[in-house]
Nanobody, 126 residues
């Protein structure tokens, strides 16, 4: 089993930055794809970004491309999401996720991820 814990959320003004972290425990996640999703009030959870096990492949939602950067440090069993130029519409609970299967596949669908954190709140004020 894998336990995922997000941190780094908070309240920030529009145009500001935050860095989220997702720490994994239980077993190593160095061989699996990981991703970030978010859910705004009254909306469905949506894909934000994903990174392959090596960090060499990354995908982003169009809404965050150019502003957010996903990365990982396998030695620390941790994934990050650097969020710059934040907008009020980025306000949401951000979840990290990990696939339960090793491999190069980097999906965007949440059903492809078997492990989830509890989320961290990001609020961007205008």
């Amino acid at each position: 089993q894998v336990q995922l814990v997000e941190s780094g959320g908070g309240l920030v003004q529009a145009g500001g930055s935050l860095r989220l972290a997702c720490a994994a425990s239980g077993r190593t996640v160095s061989s699996v794809t990981m991703g970030w999703f978010r859910q705004a009030p009254g909306k469905e959870r949506e894909f934000v970004a994903a990174v392959s096990w090596s960090g060499g492949i990354t995908y982003y939602a169009d809404s965050v491309k150019g502003r957010f950067t996903i990365s990982r440090d396998n030695a620390k069993n941790t994934m990050y999401l650097q969020m710059n130029s934040l907008k009020p519409e980025d306000t949401a609970v951000y979840y990290c996720a990990a696939r339960s299967r090793a491999g190069i596949y980097v999906p965007r669908g949440e059903s492809e991820y078997g492990y989830w954190g509890r989320g961290t709140q990001v609020t961007v004020s205008s």
